[in-house]
């Protein structure tokens, strides 16, 4: 195991939260989401697995959490049925289940395309399937995910949705800040100074252009990865400046994030840009058919249906900068699928399918295929049960946040817009995904969605852990303490029983 300078930095944030709070964690684990390109741990043991920066600081954040019962409580009542933290529960382990048994029974009964591990580069072989060190690493991140998502949803339903959300506001502003230092040192030749945060032995396509335009990747390492996110971020806050959230400068933040996604040059962040944005759309005339609109609603609606036209065309009368834009979506958007980066990636899709098809429906396993889109992987891995279990969790999801009407508006704006950026999410990975765990970042925007959905969670028992001396288990006794860390099921229990006749009931 080789610990590069940032795992050790991280190293000592992620002690410095376990002794802080859990404010400092969720911050780290955000901004951490940012880091696509660095490693924390190398893993030569593993064929030169990275263990990524957002992976390591989840550790840590979940010792905190088992170091303080209350917050543990409140993770595991997220996870009660029918709640969307049952079905992400349900896909993350029937997920991990293929990844141990589905690569052995069909071992030799299809070609794929995998991930090939070495300790210099990772790149992408056809083979036939067998069980790889691909299938324990996704199975790792499947379960960081899924652990990402209970401890945000449980410290958010305890009343830390605000600081989810300002975390999730700082992460978009450190994200631009990556993009302008990518930009700057690209122009000057002096690319190298990122090199702490790239050290990771992925392919880096940091050096790219299109028709002249710098391919922005700010601290991922490609375009589309870095698009991925600054839609995630746009997305939510976008949605926090609309239903007027209590912060400064989220209309900027939101327009400078719109900004970089043009200038990124990625056809997944302008395809779902666009449709994420009508999306927003929808929802602001929606407010404004049941007069529940407020003049940022109606100003969203007048930049998107009068401002952008007019801009467009008037960028248009000028034949430099047509001529410019247009080579640009040609280039990225009309002829992508002839490039060979299109047909390699729909080469991976079609052997993706027959892999679908020759493993009778059931998929070859987490890990075992690459793709070039969440739902083709999605199929090739966990095959079409999985596949209806994820689309359960969305479905569950979606419907839980919009049938809760009784949020204060701080809370009813985090969690549309943790709804929103997590669709958006979806939709991006759809696009261009190759394998089916969606990342940190969607956990932490699901979970916060979820936990909105679900409501604030009153304390079923005295909260022992706000006081409690840090670095000490829950004692068990005849004390107020007694039965903390069993609570949880008992709080399964209760929102089970809430839940039962599909209505909502504060526990």
């Known amino acids: 195991m080789i610990i590069e300078p940032i795992g050790i930095l991280l190293a000592l ?26 490693a924390a741990l190398i893993l030569p043991a593993l064929g030169g697995a990275n263990v990524q920066p957002s992976h390591f600081a989840l550790v840590f954040l979940t010792a905190a959490v088992a170091l303080r019962p209350r917050t543990f409580s409140a993770s595991l009542s997220c996870l009660s049925y029918p709640g969307p933290g049952f079905w992400f529960t349900l896909f993350i382990l029937y997920s991990v289940l293929t990844a141990l048994f589905l690569p ?22 056809s083979t036939p399937l067998s069980p790889t060190t691909s299938n324990l690493t996704q199975s790792v991140y499947m379960l960081g995910s899924f652990c990402c998502f209970a401890i945000i949803a449980g410290f958010a339903r305890l009343g830390g949705m605000a600081i989810v959300a300002r975390a999730l506001v700082a992460t978009s502003v450190v994200c631009l800040a990556f993009a302008l230092a990518d930009v700057a040192t690209y122009a000057t030749n002096t690319a190298d100074l990122l090199s702490i945060i790239r050290n990771a032995n992925y392919r880096m396509l940091n050096d790219g252009n299109i028709e002249g335009f710098k391919r922005i990747v700010g601290s991922f390492p490609e375009a589309g990865a870095f698009g991925y996110t600054a839609l995630a971020l746009f997305t939510f806050v976008l949605m926090l400046a609309l239903e007027d959230f209590p912060g400064r400068f989220l209309g900027v933040i939101a327009s400078a994030l719109a900004l970089a996604l043009v200038l990124c040059t990625s056809t997944t962040a302008y395809v779902a840009s666009a449709m994420m944005g009508l999306v927003v759309l929808a929802f602001c005339v929606v407010r404004i058919v049941r007069s529940t609109a407020t003049s940022r609603h ?22 430099a900068a047509s001529e410019s834009i247009s080579n640009l979506i040609h280039a990225t958007v009309t002829t992508k699928l002839d490039s060979q980066s299109g047909e390699e990636r729909m080469r991976w899709n079609a052997q993706a399918l027959n892999s679908f098809i020759d493993t009778s429906g059931m998929g070859a396993g987490v890990g075992s295929i690459r793709a070039s889109s969440f739902i083709v992987a999605l199929l090739a891995n966990v095959g079409i049960l999985g596949t209806v279990i994820f689309f359960a969790f969305m479905v569950s999801l979606v419907r839980s946040v919009l049938r809760r009407n009784d949020g204060s508006g701080i809370e009813k704006a985090v969690g549309l817009a943790a709804l929103l950026s997590s669709v958006a999410q979806v939709t991006a990975a759809s696009i261009s995904a190759g394998a089916i765990d969606l990342g940190p970042l969607f956990a932490i925007t699901a979970g916060l969605a979820a936990a909105y959905a679900l409501g604030p969670l ?10 409690a001396p840090f670095f000490a288990f829950p004692r068990f006794g005849n004390g107020p303490e007694s039965g903390l860390a069993l609570a949880g099921l008992a709080l399964v229990r209760q929102e089970s029983l809430a839940h039962r006749d599909g209505g909502h009931r504060h526990v």
Do not use: K
């Open 298 to 319: 109606l100003t969203y609606v007048a930049v998107c249906l009068f401002a952008l036209p007019l801009l467009i065309m008037a960028v248009m009368l000028i034949p």
């Open 104 to 125: 052995r029974i069909f071992a030799g009964a299809t070609i794929v395309y995998s991930l090939a591990r070495s300790n210099e580069v990772h790149r992408i072989v």
């Open 458 to 467: 009153r304390d079923p028992v005295p909260s022992a852990d706000q006081a």
């Open 13 to 38: 944030v992620g002690i410095y939260t376990m002794a802080a709070g859990m404010s400092v964690g969720v911050y780290s684990l955000c901004i951490c989401t940012l880091l696509g390109a660095a």
